[in-house]
């Protein structure tokens, strides 16, 4: 077995490394033989960033939360049945956040908790913003959510699978431009949220009514769109639109906080 190559990225004085923290936590902590061993899931979230610093080489780095509250935000209160389904966080687990976020700090990795706003959003946020300064930012996650804000200065990294989910990527899993990929999920919805999506609109006919049509307005005017899409879209638009905003991420948070206080350091042994 061959070395694992290094993460590659543009010769940039900033490298922001986001770390989409519960995703990362839950996919180690249920890979665990008991769910109870919240020190084996430090032990292994740890190992985990360290080869992640090892690889990056960040020269900022911070990792985002999800609040632990009822309430789902702005999408919930737009759509009520958003993530009702969802398997809620194991108790040992939750119980467990707190010492897996004092391992992480003594890495020299701060946490960025959310207050009411989901942890996408913020995310989102601070990596387009930084991305539009033309610096450099990596988001770990295997949450394909994220390709919507790719660009020249933005990539996400799915640690897990050992890839990038970037522009060839799309290209493969939807076949649609980056730009259109809230159009995709407000036709065809996202699986786990509760957002169904058009009844009997599949990924297929996402891609080819997208493929004729910038977004939905124009589809739903388009008189040319064929007639076994155009009878399976009336009547949903509302519903469509309602799907397409609840899928896109927000990056105009108030986030509270300047780049100098996501700086890396190599922690004191």
């Not at 993460?7 to 490394?17: D, E, P, R, T």
């Not at 033989?33 to 992640?52: G, M």
């Not at 985002?64 to 040992?92: L, T």
């Not at 259109?180 to 509760?194: E, F, K, N, R």
């Amino acid at each position: 077995m061959g070395l694992r190559p290094r993460f590659l990225f543009y010769v940039m004085s900033i490298h922001l490394v986001i770390i989409d923290a519960l995703n990362l936590i839950r996919r180690v902590h249920s890979a665990q033989p008991d769910e109870t061993d919240i020190q084996r899931t430090i032990e292994t979230t740890t190992r985990t960033l360290k080869r992640i610093l090892n690889e990056s080489e960040p020269s900022h780095i911070i990792a985002v939360f999800d609040h632990q509250q009822q309430m789902r935000g702005w999408r919930e209160q737009r759509f009520p049945q958003y993530k009702q389904n969802r398997k809620p966080m194991p108790e040992a687990l939750a119980l467990g956040l707190d010492s897996i976020q004092q391992a992480w700090w003594d890495l020299g990795i701060d946490s960025l908790l959310s207050e009411g706003d989901e942890a996408d959003d913020l995310v989102a946020t601070l990596a387009v913003k930084l991305a539009n300064q033309q610096h450099q930012v990596t988001i770990i996650s295997t949450d394909k959510g994220y390709c919507q804000l790719l660009s020249p200065t933005l990539r996400i990294r799915d640690y897990f699978q050992h890839r990038w989910l970037d522009n060839s990527f799309v290209e493969k899993e939807f076949a649609v431009q980056i730009s259109q990929l809230p159009d995709y999920w407000g036709l065809t919805g996202i699986s786990g949220t509760g957002l169904s999506g058009v009844p009997g609109i599949g990924p297929k006919a996402a891609r080819e009514i997208l493929a004729q049509n910038i977004g939905l307005e124009e589809a739903f005017a388009n008189q040319e769109l064929p007639e076994k899409y155009k009878k399976k879209i009336t009547g949903q638009e509302e519903h469509a639109l309602l799907c397409r905003e609840l899928a896109s991420l927000k990056t105009d948070l108030e986030l509270g906080f300047n780049l100098q206080d996501l700086r890396w350091s190599q922690p004191a042994s």
